[in-house]
């Protein structure tokens, strides 16, 4: 699951993949550019350092041009390599483990419908 959450607006979006692959990553990334924030300048993007959260996922996932158009929108900040409690999203996935997905869910289409409801 990948977790974006902007405190400010008070949103939060959820998408489950199969994986947590660079390239999963890296197309979650261009849906909060591309359609989340299309007017947005710049987006202010603080995460984990998990290995497939940085720019070379971009590129991994997309043309060059593609990538850096992408990267040339993010200002990225990373949490301190053992202060995930300081993550807020990391927050936030806590509260829906136990809030909504605390019991075996059977396919990812299940999973997504319990997201949205939550």
């Known amino acids: 699951m ?5 405190p400010l607006e008070g949103k939060r979006h959820v998408g ?3 994986q947590r692959t660079a390239e999963d990553w890296a197309h ?3 849906n909060l550019v ?5 007017q947005a300048e710049l987006i202010t993007l603080v995460m984990d350092n998990l290995n497939t959260h940085t720019g070379a996922s971009l590129y991994k996932a997309f043309a060059p041009e593609e990538a850096r158009r992408i990267l040339d929108k993010l200002e990225i ?4 390599k053992h202060g995930s409690w300081l993550n807020r999203a990391e927050i936030e996935l806590s509260i829906l483990s136990r809030q909504c ?3 075996r869910i059977s396919d990812q289409k299940t999973l997504n419908e319990e997201i949205a409801a939550w």
């Open 2 to 6: 990948f977790i974006f959450f902007e």
């Open 16 to 18: 489950a993949t199969n």
């Open 101 to 103: 997905l605390d019991r």
């Open 77 to 80: 900040h990373y949490t301190p």
């Open 28 to 30: 979650q990334i261009r």
């Open 34 to 38: 591309d359609v989340r924030h299309p």
